[in-house]
């Protein structure tokens, strides 16, 4: 598995990649409690159901095996429980609903009703594990509930000498159309859940990380238990900014705006990058020394430079840096000292009182070098 605590991809708080665009879903402390409360819940009622039965007819094995095995899988419960409250990993994901499936396909072969209630603990298992962890791992386990439910029925037709009927079918048919209902109204759900997560994160104008963005990311990156993380923080602001939007209009400072935040993504090259607000913007880097810092700031000054100049406006951008963990551990920390030396640098350069002077060629599609 590749994780990058430097990437500004889709999910830099919650989302656990695999590759640039499969990942799942980490949940929360709650959300595993729940998860694994709902786990004990079924045992317990898989306790009540077998044991209070008159006659269970062996299928694969008695009624006194299956409790063993319904006690295993308490013990397994209780292990994958522990692990997951230490942290969430895929195998220990996988490992846990295979648990699942297998258990509650022991319980469909064994169930003695024609019609057996055990098997709707399939769809249980669907839903209670697809969707917490995304999509990809939701196919997993529907392709595991229909193996599952493949192999279970087979077994009770062919050894335990149940007869298909008219209920069975029907049951097969509903249980089939409902679990993959679930799973295409999941898919629409999480379309939607990354869509208002996107929008939550990102800035629309730029396509850079807004605010909240810019601390989620942060705080993964600064981590509690790993504060003293080496990075560096770098901070711009556009001078002569607002004389250009008041003069021209928001149109021609949203244009501004988003060509200043391609110049400045690229530029910083690797890193979380993202708009803080108005017409700043910040990057945070793994830790760079002073002569790779100053070639990044080369490359933002002379391509805004030459921008600039192509669309007839006076425009230069004013940058600070700061570095973790000497300056901070916390992005609001670090960004005041970057600010501190952004307006240092700024209180030497010239204040330039000419205005654009050329307002169609703005107009046109600018040429970035």
Known sequence: MQHSDWSDRRHPCRWEAETADTGFWVPDR???????????????????????????????FSIEHLLIALGVYFLLNTGFFLQALKGVTLLKIRSAMSADLLIVTLCVIQDPNPIPPSALAFLMVLLGNGMRYGM??????????????????????????????????????????????????????????????????FDALTGLLNRHGLLAAADNIFDRSNSDVPATILFADLNQFKAVNDRYGHGVGDRVLAEFAQIFSESAEMGVC????????????????????????????????????????????????????????????????????????????????????????????????
């Open 30 to 60: 709650s959300e595993i409690v729940t998860q694994f409360f709902t786990r004990y819940l079924f045992f317990a009622l898989a306790i009540i159901y077998f044991s209070t039965l008159e006659t269970v007819p062996p299928v694969l």
């Open 136 to 201: 990809r791992l939701f196919g997993e386990v529907l392709g595991g509930a229909f193996l599952g439910m493949a192999i279970s029925f087979a077994v009770r037709y062919r050894l335990g000498g149940f007869d298909v009927g008219a209920g069975d079918v029907f049951f097969g048919v509903f249980w089939i159309t409902l679990a993959l209902y679930a799973y295409i109204l999941m898919g629409r759900i999480e379309g939607q859940r990354l869509q208002l997560d996107y929008r939550s994160r």
């Open 274 to 369: 993202g708009r803080w607000g108005g017409d700043e913007f910040v990057a945070i880097l793994p830790e760079r020394n002073d002569a790779e810092i100053g070639r990044i700031f080369e490359r933002i000054e002379a391509r805004t430079d030459a921008w600039s100049q192509s669309n007839g406006l006076t425009m230069a951008v004013s940058l600070g840096v700061s570095h973790a963990p000497r300056d901070g551990h916390d992005l609001k920390t670090l960004l005041s000292v970057a600010d501190i030396h952004l307006y240092q640098s700024k209180s030497y350069q010239p204040e330039t009182a000419s205005e654009p002077s050329n307002y169609g060629t703005l107009i046109d599609e600018p040429q970035i070098t």
